[in-house]
């Protein structure tokens, strides 16, 4: 498994920065290639100090911008991701997207072929992640003229036709009858079915497998429903408002506590970096109904979905503000 980063373009910018000390900062799946890029960048740029940052990066709402200020360094490259949908860095930063250099081989796209053809159906909706966007040209051209084939406009001008990111679907809004993510694991996929209310085909490059995973998306529907459902009459509500970078989301805090209050909701505003069940635990009172997380919403459907309260994502609690229950709205 390799990706592209790069690692001359990558010195060169630097070199033109004239930075001394410079922090790199990777995903989880990445951070295993950090010690040999390091090694690469150190023989072109014997003068400038490499710092990795060990911290977890989730997303490219995480840049570590608080890192980077303790650590004086001058630069930071983010590596992984391309800059978030809705913050741009305010400390000079570098994104490389280390897009992977996987190809995908013919008989994959027979594979993808044969599932639309039993499922019937005549449009198809093509997105990826950062890491895959260059494959979504290939697989178009093989599924024209049979299939009409649609590859959506990026929700910024830093992002790819086509790309998705955990909470950001916008480029699948277009007209299809099923949605075909290319990407890796379930995560980008799922997300994607719950934000298209569409069926949904997950192209995985590195297994080779395609999987129509809409039962699953189905599944998780009817937690979050079911979530939806106890929150509903519910009086006290917290609102996590995210301390990370690109998390902290003040006006969707401040709109969802005047709405709930207009309502005769009690509102308690709580700041998080990191948000787990024993976070939300240690601050839980019996008054205390309902949990709202404007920080990440894929922590509520991801990893909060089992907490003994109901844990609501930003467009969930919109559901219940507007009383409108359908469609189920994701992420905001
Ligand atoms: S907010 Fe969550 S889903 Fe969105 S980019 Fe950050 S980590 Fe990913």
Redesign the pocket.
């Given at each position: 498994m390799s990706y592209v980063f790069d690692e001359s373009a990558l010195s060169q910018e630097i070199r033109k920065r004239g930075a001394k000390r410079v922090l790199l900062q990777f995903p989880e799946g990445l951070r295993y290639f950090s010690t040999e890029l390091v090694q690469k960048l150190s023989s072109s740029l014997p003068d400038v100090e490499f710092l990795i940052s060990g911290e977890p990066s989730?997303?490219?709402?995480?840049v570590a911008e608080d890192e980077a200020n303790l650590l004086r360094v001058d630069l930071l490259v983010h590596f992984g991701h391309s800059p978030?949908t809705w913050y741009y860095p305010k400390f000079p930063t570098l994104f490389v997207r280390a897009e992977s250099t996987l190809e995908l081989d013919d008989e994959t796209i027979s594979k993808l072929k044969n599932k639309l053809e039993e499922m019937k159906v005549n449009s198809v909706a093509l997105t990826s992640t950062v890491q895959h966007a260059s494959l979504l040209s290939r697989i178009k051209k093989a599924l024209t003229p049979r299939f009409k084939v649609e590859i959506g406009r990026p929700s910024s001008p830093f992002m790819n036709d086509g790309q998705v990111?955990?909470?950001?679907y916008r480029s699948a809004m277009v007209e299809a009858d099923v949605q075909v993510n290319v990407s890796g694991g379930l995560f980008h996929a799922l997300g994607l079915g719950l934000a298209t209310n569409k069926p949904v085909l997950k192209l995985d490059p590195y297994t080779k497998q395609v999987e129509d995973i809409t039962p699953q998306v189905f599944k998780i529907m009817k937690i979050r429903y079911s979530k939806i459902m106890e929150a509903m009459d519910s009086t006290t509500w917290v609102i996590v408002q995210g301390l990370k970078v690109?998390?902290n989301r003040p006006l969707m805090v401040r709109s969802l506590e005047s709405k709930l209050k207009s309502m005769g909701k009690k509102t308690f505003v709580v700041t998080s970096k990191v948000l787990n069940q024993d976070a939300l635990r240690n601050l839980d009172r019996s008054y205390i109904d309902v949990f709202v997380v404007t920080?990440?919403?894929?922590l509520p459907t991801d990893d909060l979905y089992s907490y003994e309260k109901p844990v609501l994502t930003p467009g969930e609690a919109k559901m219940i503000i507007t009383n409108k229950l359908e469609p189920y709205i994701f992420p905001w």
């Open positions: 989730w997303g490219a709402c995480d978030y990111l955990g909470c950001d690109g998390q920080s990440c919403p894929r």
